[in-house]
């Protein structure tokens, strides 16, 4: 007995510890956000000071020894130590000369304990995928002198590589942790407190008041409350988990394949992260990369997210008509609720009309959260207990997110110290030879594999720092460009074999997650082509007169029809044979070429289809009153 009471005296003080860290965390952000950031090496070790201390104790090791339980807290210290330096010694790496100023042991340890430590924190908290990336591009740091051809690189000097990992603001502490330290910590807190007072569960009974009364009501209003929150979430996976738990079981129910369910889920969540105006915050790393307004990447993004979504809810139709499913009959808030509790709304609606008028992401937040705070107050929504808990998940949910980030910044770094970014362009375009759609393609499938299992802020990062320069370098549209590496690095999520956010649905769904990644690829098919296309066609990165935009719109909703029905094999009323499937398929890409001659074509196929899907079909009769 007295030992169990030992024990549970253990648990609580280290639970006690984990709060005060918690608390401590989100207070550093808040008071950042109100008063200004610090200087940037200091506010990015801090945030990672924070990090580090926090990932050993709340993912502790699964051995059984209490040695190796113990040895956690060691590596708590050291890790929290290895980041604590930079702002410990803060003076002197701001007056140091790199590459000239003297390397200490002690920096070169700290620097090493911190690598190693970040990537097993990533491995304990998000798996092994990014970690083996990273081992990977350090492997190459300190043996690319010894490689052929343009993978030549003259040999690193460990001090210069201490230098650039951890002394400066391109690798360890550069924009991606930058990112994490400022606006994506608050983002996952506005979200936090979005659900706490109900935010989330309001949007789900707004989705399905919206469109649960249409055929395949159920998936729709999955895909439509996806949409909002999956913006907000800044995670695919964190989505799937925050509103799958409640849409796969109604789509399951309307009889909707297990599949199926945790596909559309996947796809619609991971959507989210394509889609203005938050686009899970990555919208203000790519405005910092691009030294553009925030609206500008906003305005570009829209009509290819938009794109995405109704190419989605059309095969979720298609796929009802095809099941003769009928609409949800159940489970609909009143009214009288929706207009009542539409005040929920007010946070969002704040977040982007502040955004909208100039200010800082950071700023826009701390605004919508006094007005969460003042709507928690108000209605006794948030409490303080709810507040407590919140600030823990919110550190939490950081904690992954930061880890990433840090650890994208490392390969960052060697593309930096070694070139290798360079060379990567070279190989592109020396195999391309000039050919835009063979160098998108080979850029595209890097994308892919670079972006698998790695959270979407730190998969954009490593891509851009990577993949856009072969664009740029070939005449893409910078914007473009940029929009074409984070949508090939968002939808690694839904693509096998590490699909983790078409995972996560399958594991709520209770389906087979091999077969649910492969229907997420197929429901994700607008998410695949859509990058060529607007690299193809700035018209829908809102690049041109309001007539041409309107036209592109027009044309890449119709080649939504097409694209979808040869996916599902059916369209309104009925099935198609094979050989029209490839007709829709075949339409949809010439309506996606912005010259008139395709445009015309594939509209009369569509047209023809259309026309045919309604020869001999009557609506059925309404039964007979008794």
Request: aromatic residues 10%.
């Amino acid at each position: 007995m007295p030992e169990e009471s030992l024990q549970k005296q253990k648990t609580t003080v280290k639970e006690v510890i984990i709060s005060i860290a918690c608390i401590g965390m989100c207070l550093f952000h808040l008071y950042t956000a109100v008063m200004g950031i610090f200087p940037i090496i200091i506010q990015r070790s801090v945030h990672m000071t924070f990090v580090l201390f926090l990932v050993f104790l709340i993912k502790p090791t699964k051995a059984k020894s209490k040695v190796l339980k113990a040895f956690d807290y060691v590596l708590c210290i050291a890790a929290t130590a290895s980041a604590a330096h930079v702002w410990l010694s803060y003076d002197r790496f701001s007056q140091r000369i790199q590459y000239v100023s003297p390397v200490t042991t002690l920096d070169k340890v700290m620097c090493i304990t911190m690598i190693v430590l970040v990537l097993l924190g990533i491995m304990r908290i998000a798996g092994k995928a990014l970690p083996i990336i990273v081992i990977v591009f350090i492997a190459y740091c300190f043996t690319c002198q010894y490689l052929p051809g343009m993978l030549y690189h003259r040999k690193i000097r460990f001090n210069v590589f201490i230098e650039n990992m951890y002394m400066g603001y391109e690798a360890m502490f550069g924009s991606a942790v930058g990112a994490s330290a400022t606006f994506l910590f608050l983002f996952i807190l506005f979200g936090s407190f979005l659900e706490e007072i109900g935010s989330g569960s309001y949007f789900i009974d707004l989705a399905n008041a919206l469109v649960g009364r249409t055929k395949g009501g159920a998936a729709k209003a999955a895909v439509v409350s996806s949409c909002i929150f999956g913006s907000i979430s800044g995670s695919a996976v964190a989505n799937v988990y925050g509103t799958g738990v409640m849409t796969i079981p109604m789509m399951k129910k309307l009889k909707y394949d297990s599949t199926f369910a945790g596909a559309v889920e996947a796809v619609a969540s991971t959507g989210g992260q394509i889609m203005p105006p938050v686009m899970g915050a990555v919208a203000f790393i790519m405005a910092e990369l691009l030294e553009m307004p925030y609206m500008e990447v906003v305005k570009a993004a829209l009509i290819p997210g938009l794109l995405y979504y109704v190419a989605l809810i059309l095969m979720v139709h298609f796929r009802a008509v095809k099941l003769d499913l009928k609409p949800m009959t159940e489970g609909f808030a009143t009214r009288k609720y929706l207009l009542t509790n539409s005040y929920l709304l007010l946070p969002l609606i704040t977040l982007i009309v502040v955004l909208c008028m100039g200010y800082t992401a950071g700023r826009a937040v701390s605004i919508a959260l006094i007005v969460i705070f003042i709507i928690g107050i108000a209605t006794k929504r948030l409490t303080i207990k709810g507040i407590y808990h919140i600030c823990l998940s919110t550190a939490k949910s950081a904690v992954t997110i930061a880890l990433a980030c840090c650890a994208s910044g490392v390969i960052v770094g060697v593309l930096v110290t070694t070139g290798l970014g360079v060379a990567f362009t070279s190989i592109v375009m020396s195999i391309a030879k000039g050919f835009l759609p063979l160098a998108l393609l080979m850029t595209a499938i890097a994308c892919l594999i670079l972006g698998m299992g790695v959270p979407t802020s730190a998969a954009y990062i490593i891509t851009s720092s990577l993949c856009t320069p072969v664009l740029l370098k070939m005449g893409v549209n910078p914007t473009a460009a940029h929009l074409f590496a984070l949508y090939f690095a968002c939808i690694s999520a839904i693509t096998p074999p590490v699909a983790m956010a078409a995972y996560a649905g399958a594991h709520i769904a209770g389906a087979d997650m091999f077969k649910t990644g492969v229907q997420a690829c197929k429901l994700g098919i607008t998410a695949f082509l859509m990058p060529f296309m607007f690299v193809y066609n700035p018209c829908l990165l809102m690049q041109g007169s309001f007539l041409e935009i309107v036209r592109a719109l027009a044309t890449c909703m119709i080649a939504g029809i097409g694209l979808s029905c040869a996916v599902e094999g059916y369209l309104f009323h009925k099935k198609i044979p094979w050989w029209m499937r490839i007709l829709g398929f075949a339409a949809a890409i010439l309506l996606i070429d912005e010259r008139l001659v395709t445009d015309l074509i594939g509209l009369a196929v569509i047209v023809l289809l259309i026309l045919w899907d309604r020869v001999g079909y009557h609506k059925p009769a309404a039964p007979a009153e008794a």
